[in-house]
């Protein structure tokens, strides 16, 4: 039983167009939500994250938006560019604190094409 | 700084014997988790110490699974009597009490069960 679900395992977009990576959960305790960032052989680096008392967070070219009613995120990358080609992985967790295992989705595999 | 980081980077091992993975976190965090990631998966958690207190070990699959912290620092993982199904790559995590759950990840151990 997934809680953390990413339905797209891949998304295609050309250099300079927005990217949009989609996230749903079913747990309605999940409080604190974050995305990660993978390349190929290396460890998720932590990209963006944001909670529950907000509805969206922007850090540079990156946005992550929240619809709690919905229980959807989604993170919005513009404009995109070659560099971002890697794996997102969307997360959550039931306490906005260090020390709460992170559930995490599958994944989108992002290519961004120059 | 140094990030955190794994050894070894890859394991190869045959069905039924003992691996041992380590885990050398962050200087100063005090969590740290571990996780499994298997192919076209997700991150599964796995386990999780904080300071000196018991670890959180409700992730592991199996009683062949354990894993200890020796001075606030080191993790060490075991798997016993290796099977198949523990093929994956394992990540380790850590954070600090200031992360708000931001968790940093080393490269990760790939260990094949042949």
């Known amino acids: 039983d997934q809680q953390v679900k990413q339905n797209s395992p891949s998304l295609s977009v050309q250099e300079g167009r927005i990217s949009i990576l989609n996230c749903d959960y079913t747990?309605?305790?999940?409080?604190?939500f974050l995305w990660y960032k993978k390349y190929p052989a290396e460890g998720p680096t932590f990209l963006i994250s944001?909670?529950?008392?907000?509805d969206k967070n922007e850090d540079g070219r990156f946005t992550v938006f929240l619809n709690k009613s919905a229980k959807h995120l989604s993170l919005h990358i513009v404009p995109s560019q070659p560099g971002d080609s890697a794996v997102y992985f969307c997360?959550?967790?039931?306490?906005?604190?260090?020390?709460?295992?992170?559930?995490f989705g599958k994944g989108t595999t992002l290519s961004v094409s120059s | 700084g140094a990030g955190v980081s794994q050894s070894p980077s890859n394991k190869v091992t045959e069905k039924g014997k003992d691996v041992e993975l380590r885990c050398d976190p962050i200087?100063?965090?005090?969590?740290l988790y571990w996780y499994r990631q298997s192919l076209g998966q997700g991150l599964e958690f796995l386990i999780y110490?904080?300071?000196?207190?018991?670890?959180?070990k409700s992730g592991l699959p199996s009683d062949r699974f354990s894993a200890e912290r020796t001075g606030g620092s080191v993790s060490t993982l075991t798997i016993q009597r290796t099977q198949q199904e523990d093929s994956a790559v394992y990540l380790c995590?850590?954070?600090?009490?200031?992360?708000?759950?931001?968790?940093?990840f080393g490269p990760g151990t790939r260990l094949t069960v042949l």
């Open positions: 995590a850590s954070s600090s009490q200031r992360g708000y759950n931001e968790q940093f």
């Open positions: 747990n309605s305790m999940f409080d604190y």
């Open positions: 944001i909670s529950s008392i907000k």
């Open positions: 997360a959550a967790s039931g306490l906005e604190k260090a020390g709460t295992a992170l559930i």
């Open positions: 200087s100063g965090h005090t969590a």
């Open positions: 110490f904080q300071g000196n207190s018991a670890p959180d």
